[in-house]
């Protein structure tokens, strides 16, 4: 079975702050593929990224990072110098067998 | 591609009522996921098509639930009655294929049953 695991409920923090996100997730899949969606106050899920099992790079994409790790099953999310735009909830996935499991997610709240 | 397509935005209805979501897929993709957000639960997945097939539809919570989809460009999620305890807001994603990374979300139907 998949799982997901998001640890942190909300987080508070002052803009420019950076913030990081962890992810941890099960499966006994060789194959998966971990993702991070964004769901803004406005409700809709916004794809940020989509990481593959067998790929181990990480990411950059302006201010936004990820740090897959395999060894750990993490697969974290890091907001650089945050805005208050980055409010929202953060949810780390993980397909396997082509049902796409979510983590609870993580509220960020960015305060001017 | 105008994305995947839900309607309504917003529904209420009253307890024992049936409720129709209905929503249209991006053109070309062979798969339909139906999710539900709830506070308790999270995203959780309710059932999935492949090429209008029903795959799996062990996340449907009871019989009142019930989904279909007559062809590629269309699929429902039907409750009927609905309770007060299906308020949630529901999902419906598509994606292109077996091979394929992506899914892509519709923005939602948020159903309030009273």
């Known amino acids: 079975a998949q799982k997901v695991t998001q640890a942190q409920t909300e987080i508070s923090v002052v803009e420019k702050e950076d913030v990081t996100l962890d992810c941890v997730y099960e499966t006994r899949d060789t194959t998966y593929y971990l993702f991070w969606y964004k769901q803004p106050p406005s409700g809709e899920l916004v794809f940020l990224i989509r990481r593959n099992s067998f790929d181990e790079q990480n990411e950059i994409s302006g201010r936004y990072s990820w740090n897959f790790q395999k060894s750990t099953s993490s697969f974290n999310f890091t907001i650089t110098a945050s805005q208050v735009v980055d409010s929202a909830v953060y949810f780390c996935?993980?397909?396997?067998?082509?049902?796409?499991?979510f983590g609870k997610g993580n509220q960020v709240v960015v305060i001017p | 591609d105008a994305g995947v397509i839900q309607s309504p935005r917003h529904e209420v209805t009253e307890m024992g009522q049936e409720v129709t979501l209905r929503c249209k897929p991006i053109?070309?993709?062979?798969?339909l996921f139906w999710y539900r957000q709830t506070m308790m639960r999270g995203l959780e997945l309710l059932i999935y098509f492949n090429n209008n097939v029903p795959i799996d539809d062990s996340g449907m919570p009871e019989d009142r639930f019930s989904a279909k989809m007559p062809n590629a460009s269309f699929s429902t999620l039907k409750i009927q009655p609905s309770e007060p305890r299906d308020s949630a807001v529901y999902f419906c994603a598509s994606r292109e294929g077996p091979r394929a990374y992506g899914y892509t979300f519709g923005s939602g139907t948020r159903l309030t049953v009273v």
């Open positions: 053109s070309g993709h062979d798969y």
């Open positions: 996935a993980l397909r396997g067998n082509n049902r796409l499991a």
